[in-house]
């Protein structure tokens, strides 16, 4: 199983729902947040310049926002990302 790390804030609905995805999945994550500007920096540029939240890191790939990782579980696919 990849090692993920989602970078959300408070009270972000999309962060909430993609955190619910991961939950309901029964999967570990470690949850990054970055209301402080470092954090936001670091957050912007490892995901090449988006300044939204949540973004999804499995391992070192960046899988995006809440959008992507509901169209990868749309798309059958991330219950194969999840088990590699």
């Not at 939950?23 to 994550?29: H, S």
């Amino acid at each position: 199983m990849p090692r993920i790390e989602m970078y959300t804030t408070p009270f972000c609905g999309f962060c909430a729902a993609a955190k619910s995805l991961l939950q309901d999945k029964g999967v570990a994550f470690t949850e990054v947040d970055v209301t402080a500007p470092e954090a936001r920096a670091a957050m912007v540029q490892r995901a090449n310049g988006r300044r939204t939240v949540p973004q999804i890191f499995f391992d070192d790939a960046h899988i995006g926002g809440y959008d992507d990782l509901a169209a990868l579980e749309r798309d059958g696919k991330l219950d194969a990302m999840l088990a590699a």
